[in-house]
């Protein structure tokens, strides 16, 4: 049980966001531990290994509590990935915020610089993004990333990864080190510009700059759209930055670029890109590969065996667990599988050698489902003798309704998205006809445009023309006899030109299950956004790192006027705020840098790559040092990540070429968790700063300044 003590002479709200962070430490990297959660009431356990089941197995009734839920919950709702970092980041920059608090920064100094802070180190580390260009082709493994730029990526990892995760480059791929590097292509409309060619704009741009008067600059730099409220600045939508004006940077933050020149990388076909987006998870990622492969076989046969880039329509997959059964049965199968009941199987073996006419009810099969805006009859009273008589053949006509409906048009299967009458699938079977209840609505969908059928509300509404045709059940494979199914099966429906994937996850161990649904669902994402964005960045804690060298790196660079006075909303008419930016930046960018120094030492303890988190501590410092000794902390990145044998970012790694780990993240969902993670600490900030204003010492008891929180 993690416990704290809560001092509510400080920010109450801060404390508890960096004491809920704490617990789910465990959670970042690769390798993460799992946890049970035991209700002391009732005694049941859960086992959890993500931030989301966390969350929604502990006690957050506080306002507190219920904000950073929701914003793990709406990260994890949309991208299913950056949940973890989103809540270390926040329990880290809580801390920082209460450290420049407990230095006397203003409040609204310490917004601005935080806010402007992140904006600037997003903006940095574009220059570790990899253009990935959808390659086109079949399922193979022969199709190369090619397009018009010239910038090749490697992606061995900045923060090594064990040897026993399965990231290994295989020994074939040991040929292909010697050849000419291959291109991978830019964003269409963005070509890839090398680092002589932004050294060479960012010396124009300066002296652009330097000529003009100060008015005209002030002016310029107010009339960005990054000078802007903090309410606005944590938006992709009203942060946007034009090519040629990539150099400048908010409130002073200039980017630097060295001297070297960063060696050229490589990524050779979504084999690679597929290793490199699966953190560790081998297995998981490897039933995503063939899940999308599978959906490009469906594809080619619909279109034709001509060439199309790669692509990955999450919608289209879906997942069915099977608890029980051995670990190696996990596969991905054609078409819609899911699990009914053992009494079904004389009706299956029946009609899986036919071509079955389906009906689409979206709504729920039962006597008393009503849709939804559904009025009844005001003022209106039943008198009856006998109500129990009444409402058992109220039911029975309505079955015997149903089935007269079914037989009128020959009606083999109902796909109900809702849920279903015990009593209707009983007398349903007994008439040669399966019912299956809560089917996905995408799948619905599915079938109605593959087999010609229409959805429709009551299955009374069906006719002729909403009776879908040609869909083909079947078992999904023969289990080992000394496996208990228990009172389930799965089986299989399948119907031409409907391109439905199912991935089937099996475990013997009932309480993982939830667990292998979650870590597929991640890396699907992962590789759904990097192909969606056509751009991944190089992983493994390189993003991060750059970014904790930004930071330090502008903590001694002078407050630009012009930007001081727009910044963050600073008012012009204060003087002593204006004064005060100058006095307090250093220490709000010393404070959110250790936030990133933070995750990282985390990130190494938990991937055993440390001992200890002060030997990860001092790892990041000595790289901290040669980094800003280059003079170009993103051309030293791409420089270590050429260096296979230095020891130095692929420490305790084989020094074989062929076996260096290649790691992979994606941008939107990982710079929108840094976003949402800022967000929620300013805005518990701001709060808490409202609430104790003007709360001194004196007014608050000895006994009652402190209480401790448990989790």
């Not at 993982?512 to 956004?529: G, I, P, V």
Request: glycine share 6%.
């Amino acid at each position: 049980m993690a416990c704290r003590v809560i001092n509510k002479r400080r920010h109450v709200g801060l404390q508890q966001l960096s004491s809920f962070a704490e617990a789910g430490r465990t959670f970042l990297g690769p390798l993460k531990s799992c946890k049970f959660v035991i209700d002391e009431e009732c005694h049941e356990s859960v086992l959890i290994s993500s931030t989301v089941r966390l969350l929604e197995n502990l006690d957050l009734s506080s306002a507190v509590g219920q904000l950073l839920s929701e914003a793990v919950h709406a990260q994890n709702k949309m991208y299913r990935t950056g949940s973890s970092t989103l809540l270390f980041l926040v329990g880290a920059w809580s801390r920082a915020a209460e450290e420049c608090l407990h230095l006397g920064v203003p409040v609204s100094l310490m917004v601005s610089v935080m806010s402007e802070g992140l904006i600037s180190c997003i903006e940095e580390v574009s220059s570790l993004q990899v253009p990935v260009h959808r390659a086109s082709g079949h399922t193979d493994d022969t199709q190369m990333f090619s397009g018009l730029g010239s910038r090749n990526v490697s992606l061995c990892s900045f923060l090594p990864i064990p040897p026993d995760t399965g990231l290994i480059q295989k020994k074939s791929d040991l040929g292909d080190v010697a050849s000419p590097s291959v291109t991978i292509s830019s964003v269409p409309g963005r070509p890839v510009k090398s680092a002589n060619l932004h050294r060479t704009q960012a010396k124009v741009e300066a002296d652009e700059n330097t000529s003009q008067t100060p008015q005209t600059l002030r002016n310029r730099l107010c009339a960005d759209t990054r000078c802007r409220k903090p309410a606005l600045i944590h938006s992709r939508h009203f942060n946007r930055v034009d090519e040629n004006q990539r150099t400048s940077k908010p409130d002073g933050f200039l980017e630097h670029q060295g001297a070297a020149t960063p060696h050229t990388y490589r990524c050779k076909d979504l084999a690679e890109l597929v290793a490199g987006l699966s953190h560790g998870d081998r297995s998981s990622m490897e039933l995503v590969d063939a899940a999308v492969r599978l959906q490009s076989q469906n594809a080619d046969v619909q279109r034709g065996p001509c060439a199309a880039p790669w692509t990955f329509d999450i919608s289209g997959v879906f997942t069915c667990c099977l608890p029980g059964l051995p670990e190696t049965l996990s596969c991905v199968c054609p078409g819609y599988v899911t699990v009914v009941s053992t009494s079904r199987t004389a009706l299956i073996e029946e009609l899986q050698n036919q071509l079955l006419r389906v009906a689409l009810i979206e709504g729920d099969l039962t006597e008393n489902y009503r849709h939804l805006g559904f009025n009844r009859s005001a003022n209106v009273t039943t008198v009856l003798e006998s109500v129990k008589v009444h409402q058992a053949s109220s039911e029975e006509l309505w079955i015997d309704q149903v089935l007269q409906v079914l037989v009128k048009f020959n009606v083999n299967l109902v796909l109900v998205q809702g849920s279903v009458s015990e009593h209707v699938t009983e007398k349903c079977m007994h008439s040669k006809c399966l019912v299956i209840g809560s089917v996905n609505g995408s799948v619905m969908q599915a079938f109605a445009s593959a087999s010609g059928a229409q959805q429709v509300a009551y299955i009374t509404q069906v006719t002729e023309a909403c009776v879908g045709s040609g869909v083909c059940v079947a078992f999904w494979r023969s289990i080992p006899s000394d496996v208990d199914t228990v009172s389930s099966m799965a089986i299989t429906l399948k119907t031409e030109g409907m391109n439905l994937v199912t991935v089937v996850l099996t475990g013997p161990v009932t309480a993982q299950m939830q667990t292998k649904e979650d870590r597929f669902w991640t890396c699907a994402y992962r590789l759904h956004y990097a192909l969606k964005e056509q751009k991944v960045f190089l992983g493994g804690g390189a993003v991060e790192f750059l970014c904790l060298s930004h930071l330090q790196s502008l903590v001694g660079q002078p407050v630009n006027k012009g930007i001081q006075v727009c910044s963050g909303g600073l008012p012009n008419t204060s003087s002593w705020l204006a004064s005060s930016l100058a006095l307090y930046r250093p220490t709000v960018l010393k404070c959110l840098a250790s936030g990133w120094h933070k995750y990282l030492s985390a990130l190494m303890y938990n991937t055993a790559c440390s001992s200890s988190e002060f030997e990860a501590s001092a790892f990041i410092q000595q790289h901290l040092q040669s980094a800003a000794d280059s003079g170009s902390p993103s051309s030293y990145v791409l420089n270590e990540y050429s260096k296979l044998n230095s020891g130095i970012f692929n420490s305790g790694i084989s020094s074989k070429v062929g076996q260096i780990p290649r790691v992979y993240d994606v941008v939107t969902p990982k710079t929108e968790a840094w976003r949402r993670a800022l967000d929620l600490v300013l805005l518990v900030l701001q709060t808490d700063s409202e609430i104790i204003t003007g709360l001194g010492h004196t007014q608050l008891q000895s006994q009652e300044a402190e209480h401790f929180s448990l989790l």
